[in-house]
């Protein structure tokens, strides 16, 4: 009856020494990672893992500081408001526009330096107009097919001159009627359609063309002068006038340019010739 209590005794003696060897080698280690970690500082070797944060994805190498939306959404409310505000101190009148661009608010990231732009749109005036005038035209297209190449247009485009036959084509009560080609009305006219596109961007362009982007060669300007002349546009039929008057008169001033160079060749060449002979009668005197 005795020997199993000896047993047991010496069973927890041993398990006592084998928690003190336990708890002096943890002690052991953690001192020995002390010196080890005192060492590297000394050293200077020091090195921090690095760390990537919980959610890693490709937008956090761009950015390290992360922006604030709500703070965003009130800096660019605030803008609008200082923009809306200086747009209703600006006086308008009839006949000036206020001036506006598309603005932007840049948001600069300062770590990577990227830059956001969130674009506005402020509409004017003159904007609006223009919208409205687009819009009309598209409602009112016309192909005029100018023998038998085809042109399109807008019934307000030709209307800009009323005096022109294409005005007057066009018109409720004239005589001649359009055919239909997918729902837009066309018009066929038997005429030279070389220089039509010039007499549409005329038109286009509300009355005003300038005199260089008429045809340079005579013989093209005077086929488009009978052009204007039979669409009775006098104001494109004067400047092909004009333009005629220009081109003959900087081909004489090439004319009397050439002139003048060959007059005085011609001089150089007779004062070589006498220089050339009097060298030669002095040789022979001597």
């Known amino acids: 009856m005795e020997r199993p209590e000896e047993d047991t005794g010496k069973n927890r003696e041993t ?7 336990e708890g002096e080698n943890q002690i052991e280690d953690e001192r020995q990672i002390v010196v080890r970690e005192q060492a590297e500082q000394e050293d200077g070797r020091t090195e921090v893992p690095p760390q990537l944060p919980p959610e890693w994805d490709a937008l956090s190498l761009y950015t390290e500081d992360q922006i604030d939306e709500d703070e965003v959404e009130a800096a660019v409310q605030s803008l609008t408001a200082e923009m809306n505000k200086e747009d209703h101190e600006t006086v308008t009148t009839s006949e000036t526009v206020i001036p506006t661009e598309t603005r932007s608010v840049c948001i600069e990231n300062g770590a990577s330096g ?4 969130i674009p506005e749109y402020f509409p004017t005036y003159k904007k609006v107009l223009k919208l ?16 038998g190449n085809k042109f399109e247009t807008s019934a307000p485009t030709l209307l800009n001159d009323p005096n022109c036959i294409l005005a007057a084509m066009i018109q409720p009560d004239a005589q001649i009627k359009p055919y239909n080609i997918e729902n837009v009305y066309t018009y066929f006219i038997d005429r030279y359609p070389r220089h039509f596109h010039l007499i549409l961007n005329y038109l286009r362009n509300e009355l005003q063309m300038n005199i260089d982007r008429l045809p340079a060669d005579p013989r093209h300007l005077k086929e488009f002068e009978d052009e204007c002349r039979y669409y009775e546009i006098k104001h494109l039929e004067l400047l092909c006038t004009k333009r005629l008057l220009q ?8 004319m009397l ?3 003048y160079i060959i007059i005085h060749m011609k001089r150089l060449l007779i004062i070589c010739e006498l220089f050339f002979c009097f060298q030669t009668f002095v040789r022979k005197r001597h």
């Open 15 to 21: 398990d006592d020494k084998n928690l003190e060897r």
């Open 247 to 254: 081109i003959q008169e900087e081909n004489f001033l090439k």
């Open 114 to 117: 990227l830059i956001s732009p």
């Open 132 to 147: 409205k005038k687009m819009a009309e035209t598209q409602n009112k297209r016309i192909i005029l097919n100018v023998g």
């Open 257 to 259: 340019t050439t002139t």
